[in-house]
């Protein structure tokens, strides 16, 4: 895995000590909040409503165990004991004091981390699929290209100021599981004519207004990749719209102007720009690629897995919902749900970050991810220490054989935390995945995606979940609408509206309604969710939602 | 036309702590919302604005929340300002878990 350079080691330190004087400076009085905003914002600090945010970056979403025994070690020193991870790969700690902070950024430098660029209008943590590196179905692993993405971007001169912030994501698989399409920019791994390189799009994104990324060129050799990633952001940071924060997003600027018009510029600045590039870049980038190479793994014999699920049902059940096939035959990659019934979506104690950092050294080749649904991964683990796995992660609560069924649920932080949001999404959350417990429907259900958000910003995701939820405040109550038919991978697609928002206490039987309505019209158990309601239409859909109100508003 | 005046609490976020606090009468920082000071005349919110932005050492993002008088004090009518006085619905954190320990 990436280890930080000198030069990498010597920039966090040095932003390290930057900060804690600039705290310093601003507790005895001679910065002004209006000087230190800006400041602690490039740090990552934010004011929420309750308290301070450090929002930590986890690069590519990769994490040595090292690394999650350090953020639980945060966890309860400096906070109350737990951490939030979030959709973008990130780490949010909810209650630090700002005295703390910089101690708590020297933490994360010993284990090379930090929370640079991850506030901001700059290019954000670059993110990437979360079983990198294992997946039966990539090219090669993404992670060198992202490592390569995050040394252009850090810091980069030009980058520091744009319009707004900017997120990439990099994929390498036929099935997208980055989200790649609602993403500013999205680099996928290719091959054509038995050489690799990539296929970009821009201008995907959610928020205010979502938008599915376009191809700008289907193919680039790989030695083209910076250059063409800057000539891009450049474009946008020139032509993009600095005189309407909703409109500043590259997303925007993709519209107004038309993706041929978008190719025309960006090709004429490729041009410009190119030999910029003295080609040292794809030193580091082979460099990077020795790097990510993967672990000497064992060779255990498979077959006491199979002993062990034919005697073990909720093993088996574990084993089916959580874990993926991988690209070694005696491996397989590990989801860890942190989605328990009834508990917060993303959430992990600082006691759960130290097992799954240990379970991670005895079974997992040391290394985590966290994937963009909020869960940890260990991407490789030998078949025949899945059983042991699952018995520890069982004890403490993190075997929920949940990965991608209905309670596996994406939510922003809402109106619990969230100084923007307008209402809540958590407790929201919650209900539903109690409900579906309730009425033990989640496996009959099979795949489905709810996702939720507080606001309109969109950062739970809901306008790509099958079924979406966004809360709001209508007259000073909180009031949650509802979309349908929402898709984040390959096939991405931006959700419906249903129609007038439900009460908070209405939302959850709401749901319910929705996937009662789904196993009654699905055409046979292997239709999805999705597919049932791309096959039929939002129409019954929406008369479960509204009964016969739904047909005299379509009258 | 100006909109009518409806009744305030002027209300931030405490620089060291983050957390949600309230101008009193006596011109002190509460973390009580019944403890702030119930203000029913736009001037006065407008003066007491001006104090709480001069105080940057204390308070950060001084603003004036809606209000009503309840049976001990001014009460939040709107949720946003309810769930301030309270703290998170997932865990028992924030201000419900400090009065708690009181
Ligand atoms: C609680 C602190 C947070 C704040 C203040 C915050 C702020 C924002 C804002 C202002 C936007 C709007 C961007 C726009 O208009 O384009 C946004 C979007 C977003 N945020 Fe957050 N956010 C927070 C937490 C999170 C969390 C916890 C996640 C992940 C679970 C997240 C992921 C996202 C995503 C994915 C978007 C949509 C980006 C897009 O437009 O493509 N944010 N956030
Ligand atoms: S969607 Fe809105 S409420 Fe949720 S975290 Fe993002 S900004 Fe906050």
Not at chain 1, 129 to 146: C, L, M, S, Y
Not at chain 2, 81 to 91: D, H, K, L, V
């Amino acid at each position: 895995m990436y280890t930080y350079s000198d030069f990498d080691e010597a920039f966090v330190r040095e932003r390290c000590k930057q900060f804690r004087a600039q705290v310093a400076r601003r507790i005895d009085g001679s910065l002004t909040e209006d000087e230190f905003k800006p400041l602690r914002l490039m740090n990552g600090v934010y004011l929420q409503l309750h308290a301070y945010m450090l929002r930590i970056a986890i690069p590519y979403g990769t994490l040595r165990s090292d690394q999650m025994r350090q953020l639980g070690m945060i966890a309860d020193r400096f906070d109350k004991g737990y951490g939030h991870f979030t959709t973008r790969q990130n780490i949010q700690f909810n209650w630090p004091k700002l005295k703390d902070i910089p101690d708590i950024l020297d933490a994360l430098a010993d284990v090379q981390m930090h929370a640079i660029q991850t506030s901001g209008n700059t290019i954000r943590n670059t993110t990437v699929d979360h079983f990198a590196g294992a997946a039966t179905d990539e090219i090669a692993d993404p992670r060198p290209t992202a490592e390569l993405i995050r040394q252009w971007s850090t810091d980069h001169p030009e980058f520091q100021f744009m319009p707004r912030k900017f997120k990439i994501a990099v994929g390498a698989s036929t099935h997208d599981r980055a989200a790649l399409k609602v993403h500013d920019l999205a680099v996928e791994l290719v091959e054509q004519d038995g050489q690799q390189g990539y296929r970009i799009l821009v201008g995907g994104g959610l928020g205010r207004t979502p938008m599915i990324g376009q191809v700008i060129t289907d193919f680039i050799p790989k030695a083209d990749l910076l250059p063409y990633l800057e000539a891009v952001v450049s474009t946008w940071n020139i032509i993009g719209r600095r005189d309407n924060k909703y409109k500043a997003r590259i997303k925007i600027t993709v519209f107004e102007n038309g993706i041929e018009k978008m190719r025309e510029l960006v090709n004429e600045e490729f041009a410009k720009i190119r030999a910029k590039f003295s080609g040292y870049d794809q030193k580091v980038l082979a460099d990077l690629e020795r790097q990510f190479a993967p672990p000497a793994f064992k060779n255990t014999d498979p077959s006491s897995l199979e002993a062990a699920v034919a005697v073990d049902p909720a093993l088996a059940r574990w084993v089916n919902r959580n874990t993926n096939a991988h690209k070694v035959e005696n491996h397989l990659s590990v989801v860890i749900s942190l989605k328990e019934h009834g508990k917060t979506p993303g959430d992990a104690t600082g006691e759960q970050m130290r097992l799954m950092a240990d379970l991670a050294d005895q079974y997992g080749y040391g290394e985590l991810r966290i994937s963009h649904e909020q869960n940890v991964i260990l991407p490789h683990v030998a078949k025949g220490d899945i059983p042991a796995l699952f018995t520890a992660l069982a004890k403490a609560g993190l075997a929920t054989a949940n990965a991608g069924l209905t309670s596996d649920i994406i939510a922003c932080p809402g109106m619990d935390y969230c100084a923007l949001a307008t209402a809540r999404s958590i407790p929201v959350a919650e209900q539903i995945a109690l409900r579906v417990k309730e009425l033990d429907l989640e496996d009959e259900i099979g795949l489905m995606k709810i996702k939720i958000s507080g606001c309109i910003n969109a950062c739970g995701h809901h306008h790509v979940g099958h079924i979406g939820i966004l809360g709001l405040d209508r007259a000073g109550v909180e009031n949650y609408q509802i979309t349908l038919g929402g898709d984040a991978t390959e096939t991405a697609a931006i959700g419906e509206r249903t129609g007038p928002g439900f009460a908070y206490d209405e939302v959850v039987p709401a749901v319910e309604r929705l996937l009662k309505t789904y196993l009654e019209k699905r055409n046979s158990t292997d239709e999805t969710f999705l597919a049932a309601y791309r096959r039929l239409g939002a129409e019954p859909f929406k008369e479960a939602l509204y009964g016969d109100a739904a047909k005299k508003n379509a009258a | 036309m100006a909109r009518k005046f409806t009744p305030k609490v002027l209300t931030a976020n405490d620089l060291m702590e983050g957390d949600v606090i309230y101008l009193a009468a006596d011109g002190s920082w509460v973390r009580d919302h019944a403890q702030a000071e119930f203000i029913e005349d736009e001037t006065i919110a407008e003066m007491r604005m001006l104090v709480a932005q001069g105080q940057p050492e204390i308070a950060v993002g001084p603003y004036l929340a809606d209000a009503k008088m309840g049976e001990n004090g001014p009460e939040p009518t709107h949720f946003r300002e309810a769930f301030r006085t309270r703290g998170p619905s997932n865990y028992f954190h924030g201000k419900q878990a400090e009065t708690a320990s009181q």
